[in-house]
Structure formats: structure tokens, C-alpha cells
């Protein structure tokens, strides 16, 4: 832990979602800490049939952003894992980059909520997310497993 008690950065978080959905769908990290956490995803390979970016992909983008928030919140030996997640989809992106902000509404002991805002390259909100995440203890580290 640093002192400014984030055990993650945006460059472990890069390394340790290699090969994972996060890694497929292009997503980015850039910051994190216990107060926020901030990463962007390509448009393009993220859209549906009318070139519009998926609204099921700015859910992915939002629930990394939050898990990864909550872990670095619930600190080494503890697991963050997601229990409810909403979306509300305000504008369509079609082309360059899309934004996620996360940041705590509410931490407790065993849950953690987040607001998460993803906007486009022109800062115009294209998404909001609600995350839940229930926070615990790490179960045994399994084989593979990336966090611990």
C-alpha cells in the first residue's frame, strides 16, 4: 500500500485485466485511487449493427471502473465483487473515444456504491452507471487468479 493507501495503480490494473473482457474491449486505465477512477475505451469494435457505440459496452466500461474502484477501497486481501449495476444511455458515440469516471457515493464495511459518468472526446455525457459492489474477504487464491 502507498501512502495514500491505493494499492493499485492504473499500471497493475492494465497488467492484471491482460486477457480479460476489459483487455478485449480495448479499456484503458489512465488513474485510480480510493477517490476515483478513471479509464476510456475505443468506439470503434465496441458498436452494435447501426455504428453506434453498444450500450452494453459502456456497461462494461462502467462496472470495470467500479470494480476496480471497490478494490482499491476494500485494500489487499479483500475482493470487491459486483452485485448491481444500471445505465442510463443519454447520446449515442460513433466514433474516437469514450470516458468513465467512477467515484464513491457510498463505502461501508461489506458494500460500496459508485457513480460512474462516461462522456465522449467532446465531454458531452453519454452514459451514467450506478455500481454495487459487496466487499469481502479474498477467497483462497485459485489457480489463475490475478488479484489476491
Known amino acids: ?29 489512465l488513474e485510480i485511487s480510493t477517490e476515483r477512477a478513471v479509464a476510456r475505451m475505443p468506439v470503434e469494435g465496441n458498436t452494435q449493427p447501426y455504428g453506434l457505440l453498444h450500450g452494453g459496452a459502456s ?20 475482493a470487491a465483487v459486483g452485485v448491481d449495476i444500471n445505465a442510463t444511455h443519454h447520446r449515442p ?17 461489506t458494500t460500496a456504491s459508485f457513480d460512474i459518468v462516461i462522456t465522449d472526446e467532446e465531454g458531452r ?6 455500481f454495487t459492489a459487496q466487499l469481502r474477504d479474498a477467497p483462497p487464491r485459485a489457480s489463475g487468479a490475478r488479484l489476491s
Open 125 to 130: 455525457r453519454t452514459c451514467t452507471c450506478r
Open 1 to 29: 500500500m502507498t501512502d495514500t493507501g491505493v494499492w493499485l495503480t492504473s499500471h497493475m490494473v492494465n497488467e492484471i485485466a491482460q486477457g480479460t473482457l476489459s483487455d478485449r474491449m480495448g479499456i484503458e486505465f
Open 93 to 109: 458515440a460513433t466514433s474516437g473515444w469514450v470516458t468513465g469516471v467512477a467515484t464513491p457515493l457510498a463505502v461501508g464495511r
Open 59 to 78: 456497461v462494461v466500461l462502467a462496472e470495470s471502473l467500479g470494480s476496480f474502484l471497490a478494490v482499491n477501497l476494500a485494500g489487499p486481501g479483500r
